[in-house]
């Protein structure tokens, strides 16, 4: 389920004033809708600052009545094993073991495990992964269906 822009600027806002950065926000399933929220800030993430951005979060949405029907609202760090959502988190985390899995295979293969390389501008924006073998692969950020850290052994 896409998100509604307005939700993304309440998240945003709301975010933002608490010194925080909004790493994703995702609404997902229908009548039984579950919207998480992830958050970080140099240091890592409290309770404290969980529970706020929910109580905050929680309170305009409920005002301003943008979700019909009932939701669960779930506030979190992205973990160590944190989602790759943006460009800039592309070549924030490069230099650290990812997985990417992609919609459309390359070279026969869906699921890429390897360095961050960071990312390659010229034509299409695309990650730039290295196997442990030394094969770069170039993955177009438009096929990338899902991407994380991974967390070394």
Do not use: W
Not at 5 to 23: W, Y
Not at 108 to 130: D, M, S
Not at 131 to 150: C, Y
Request: proline share 5%.
């Amino acid at each position: 389920m896409e998100l509604d822009p307005r939700i993304s600027e309440i998240i945003e806002r709301v975010t933002e004033r608490e010194g925080l950065e909004l790493v994703h926000a995702e609404l997902t399933g229908g009548r039984n809708a579950i919207l998480r929220i992830f958050i970080d800030k140099p240091g890592g993430v409290t309770i404290d600052d969980c529970s706020s951005i929910s109580e905050r979060v929680s309170l305009i949405l409920d005002v301003e009545d943008i979700i019909p029907h009932q939701y669960v609202l779930e506030v979190a760090s992205p973990g160590l094993d944190r989602g790759l959502y943006k460009e800039a988190d592309y070549e924030r985390f490069a230099g650290l073991p990812a997985h990417i899995r992609i919609s459309e295979p390359i070279e026969g293969q869906r699921n890429f495990h390897g360095k961050l390389i960071g990312l390659e501008r010229e034509g299409e924006t695309a990650a730039i992964v290295e196997e442990q073998s030394g094969k770069r692969h170039r993955l177009p950020l438009s096929r990338i269906v899902k991407a994380n850290v991974e967390i070394e052994p």
